[in-house]
């Protein structure tokens, strides 16, 4: 029986000891094959054309044009998946939160001291990310998630009529939207958000990211929301339009206290290898706020927060899934539907719309 066909990867990094470390990771995987290097952008340009990877690994900070500026051309004349591997995703992480959104894939935390040991220390994360980004859905960023004009059925936008149906004032204030996410989850938060208004629903937000990266995810979300978007604190009240998530490297749970909920922020061991993971919120969202909330799972490889979904779903609340076409990786989606934890499954461009109708159905 003939083996499947590699992973071919092109790594591009200004480092040749970077390179050569990169090379060594993913060349020691079977599924993987390095098809070659590139010191800086032009070169890589070339190596595209020449080789036609299936994934490309691109360091942010390059001589003669920054990471930045080459995926933004690539995206928009050869959209390949990429994975960020940078030094500067530690430190800056409005830059990988930018190149997220110019349609990289993933990342991964180059170690900016031993840069030999702390690499070979996330070899299973860099083998397992490039592994996903060769499966994975490049999404273009130039509104790629809006329906061309004149589309029509289930995977198309909603209508202005809709949506401001959708977005009517809320009367109540006892609704809990919490939604979880992963790979490729960044971008596809920020699209929901945008489609909520300044009084819906509180929302708790579980998105996989390292430790220094919360701050600014939040800032950016915020920048992006009517709502308020902002780090959870350990005890403040949840209030309605306001979005909340984890400080970095820790667990986001919701506690009773009275009529209203509160955050509970915990440091407690990783769940399904992830910490914060969105099976600890959405567990304790079925405990706290059983059929008051709604409970949405996005774009994510794995199967975190399948199980806390299916929790939700069954102490009453009204659960959903972001579409197979849509989701970059339908990892953690999929993972839910097989569980029979989703009622419906709903395009991305959907799902503010979806959420809010079922918040003001459940009222």
């Given at each position: 029986?003939?083996?499947?066909?590699?992973?071919?990867?092109?790594i591009?990094?200004?480092?040749?000891?970077v390179r050569?470390?990169?090379?060594?990771i993913?060349?020691?995987d079977?599924?993987?094959?390095?098809?070659g290097?590139?010191?800086?952008?032009?070169?890589?340009?070339?190596?595209?054309?020449?080789?036609?990877?299936?994934?490309?690994?691109?360091?942010?900070?390059?001589?003669r044009?920054?990471?930045?500026?080459?995926?933004?051309?690539l995206?928009?004349?050869?959209?390949?998946?990429?994975?960020?591997?940078?030094?500067?995703?530690q430190?800056?992480?409005?830059?990988?939160?930018?190149?997220l959104?110019?349609?990289?894939?993933?990342?991964?935390?180059?170690?900016?001291?031993?840069?030999?040991?702390?690499?070979?220390?996330?070899?299973e994360?860099?083998?397992?990310?490039?592994?996903?980004?060769?499966?994975?859905?490049?999404?273009?960023?130039?509104?790629?998630?809006?329906?061309a004009?004149?589309?029509?059925?289930?995977?198309?936008?909603?209508?202005?009529?809709?949506?401001?149906?959708?977005?009517?004032?809320?009367?109540?204030?006892?609704?809990?939207?919490?939604?979880?996410?992963s790979?490729?989850?960044?971008?596809?938060?920020?699209?929901?958000l945008e489609?909520?208004?300044?009084?819906?629903?509180?929302?708790?937000?579980?998105?996989?990211?390292?430790?220094?990266?919360?701050?600014?995810?939040?800032?950016?979300l915020?920048r992006?929301?009517?709502?308020a978007?902002?780090?959870?604190?350990?005890?403040?009240?949840?209030?309605?339009?306001?979005?909340?998530?984890?400080?970095?490297?820790?667990?986001?749970?919701?506690?009773?206290?009275?009529?209203?909920?509160r955050?509970r922020?915990?440091?407690?061991?990783?769940?399904?290898?992830?910490?914060?993971?969105?099976?600890?919120?959405?567990?304790?969202?079925?405990?706290?706020?059983?059929?008051n909330?709604?409970?949405?799972?996005?774009?994510?490889m794995?199967?975190?927060?399948?199980?806390?979904?299916?929790?939700?779903?069954?102490a009453?609340a009204?659960?959903?899934?972001?579409d197979?076409?849509?989701a970059?990786?339908w990892?953690?989606?999929?993972?839910?539907?097989?569980?029979?934890?989703?009622?419906?499954i709903?395009?991305?461009?959907?799902?503010?719309?979806?959420?809010?109708?079922?918040?003001?159905?459940?009222?």
């Amino acid at each position: 029986m003939s083996l499947p066909s590699r992973c071919r990867v092109l790594i591009v990094d200004d480092s040749a000891v970077v390179r050569q470390l990169l090379g060594e990771i993913l060349a020691g995987d079977a599924e993987i094959e390095v098809v070659g290097t590139a010191s800086d952008p032009y070169v890589a340009r070339e190596k595209i054309k020449l080789l036609k990877p299936d994934v490309l690994t691109l360091d942010v900070e390059m001589p003669r044009m920054d990471g930045l500026m080459f995926l933004h051309n690539l995206m928009r004349l050869h959209p390949i998946p990429v994975v960020m591997i940078s030094s500067l995703t530690q430190r800056g992480a409005d830059t990988t939160l930018q190149a997220l959104a110019l349609g990289a894939v993933d990342f991964v935390s180059k170690p900016t001291l031993d840069v030999q040991r702390g690499l070979r220390g996330f070899a299973e994360e860099i083998i397992t990310k490039v592994k996903m980004a060769a499966r994975a859905r490049v999404r273009v960023p130039e509104r790629p998630l809006l329906p061309a004009p004149g589309s029509t059925g289930t995977q198309s936008a909603p209508g202005a009529s809709a949506l401001t149906a959708a977005r009517a004032r809320f009367r109540t204030t006892d609704r809990l939207i919490a939604i979880g996410a992963s790979a490729g989850g960044t971008e596809a938060l920020r699209v929901v958000l945008e489609g909520m208004p300044a009084d819906a629903p509180a929302v708790v937000i579980t998105q996989h990211l390292p430790a220094s990266f919360s701050a600014a995810f939040a800032e950016r979300l915020d920048r992006h929301s009517a709502m308020a978007v902002r780090e959870a604190s350990d005890g403040e009240a949840i209030l309605p339009g306001h979005a909340y998530i984890p400080k970095g490297g820790q667990h986001l749970r919701v506690i009773g206290d009275g009529a209203r909920w509160r955050c509970r922020i915990d440091d407690g061991p990783a769940v399904n290898r992830h910490k914060p993971a969105v099976d600890v919120l959405f567990h304790s969202v079925a405990q706290t706020a059983g059929a008051n909330a709604i409970g949405a799972i996005l774009t994510g490889m794995g199967d975190d927060g399948a199980r806390g979904l299916l929790a939700m779903r069954q102490a009453g609340a009204r659960t959903l899934i972001q579409d197979e076409a849509t989701a970059v990786v339908w990892g953690m989606p999929g993972a839910a539907h097989k569980l029979g934890a989703a009622e419906e499954i709903v395009p991305l461009e959907r799902i503010a719309e979806r959420l809010l109708t079922l918040a003001r159905a459940n009222a």
